[in-house]
């Protein structure tokens, strides 16, 4: 059996609902149905509010605090095929939550390899983000990353900007993070037009390049071990790698 939901966090805790409280025995989980033709039989579940606090006020009695931060931070992992090993991981947490913590489980070995790798983007991010300054002078930052991260990059560069509003666009996915004044929160961008930069921008953009130029030793210079350190993925939006 495959089943399919509409991506959503409230719409997956729908579906473990299903698959608990009817004993289904799902094959695979899709957001959307591939296109090739499946000969299985599809169920597709609709997203309830209801079942989903049920889920997850029974995650909450039943797990310990840093799981569900867990299966949370696993949802942000939107690039990857995940629903299947966080099923099995949440029906093993209903039955036994000693046996989440059991990396000889296959699902609790994934999972927790897959939270590794979203924090090692998010510190990765933290360093090659390039925020530019708008004609209001609030700080702002696109992004094209591998997983859902504005969040945790907000919340790190709350600690730094504490007294700057800033902005962190995340293109593709449509979201940001927009701090302003003492208020922070993650909306959608339906639409998206190019802000205006401040007067100033330009010239920061210069001396950064200007800096980044000084500090190269051309002798030495060693373009593979430059894109180990700073991967052609992080290079969209940093300044010292525009024309």
């Avoid at 949802?75 to 949440?90: R, T, W």
């Avoid at 060693?222 to 992080?234: D, E, W």
Wanted: glycine share 2%; aromatic share 16%; net charge positive.
């Amino acid at each position: 059996m495959i089943l399919l939901y509409d991506g959503t966090f409230e719409g997956f805790l729908s579906l473990v609902y299903e698959v608990y409280y009817k004993k289904l025995k799902p094959t695979k989980i899709y957001k959307t149905l591939p296109n090739e033709i499946i000969f299985e039989e599809i169920l597709e579940i609709n997203s309830s509010k209801e079942s989903g606090i049920k889920v997850l006020n029974a995650i909450k009695t039943k797990f310990p605090k840093e799981i569900l931060e867990k299966i949370l931070n696993i949802f942000m992992c939107d690039s990857k095929k995940f629903e299947m090993a966080l099923l099995e991981y949440i029906v093993i947490g209903f039955k036994d939550s000693k046996q989440l913590y059991n990396i000889n489980n296959s699902c609790v070995f994934y999972l927790n390899n897959l939270e590794k790798e979203l924090f090692r983007v998010v510190h990765k991010l933290t360093g090659f983000i390039r925020f530019e300054e708008l004609e209001d002078k609030t700080l702002y930052a696109k992004i094209e990353p591998k997983f859902n991260i504005v969040y945790f990059l907000g919340r790190h560069f709350l600690k730094r900007f504490n007294n700057q509003n800033f902005i962190i666009h995340d293109i593709n996915r449509k979201l940001a993070f927009v701090k302003m004044q003492n208020d922070y929160s993650i909306k959608e961008v339906a639409f998206f037009d190019e802000p205006n930069y401040s007067s100033n921008e330009q010239k920061f953009q210069k001396l950064w390049k200007s800096f980044f130029s000084g500090v190269t030793i051309n002798e030495r210079t060693n373009l593979k071990l430059q894109t180990q350190m700073v991967p052609l993925l992080y290079r969209t939006y940093m300044s010292e790698f525009k024309n």
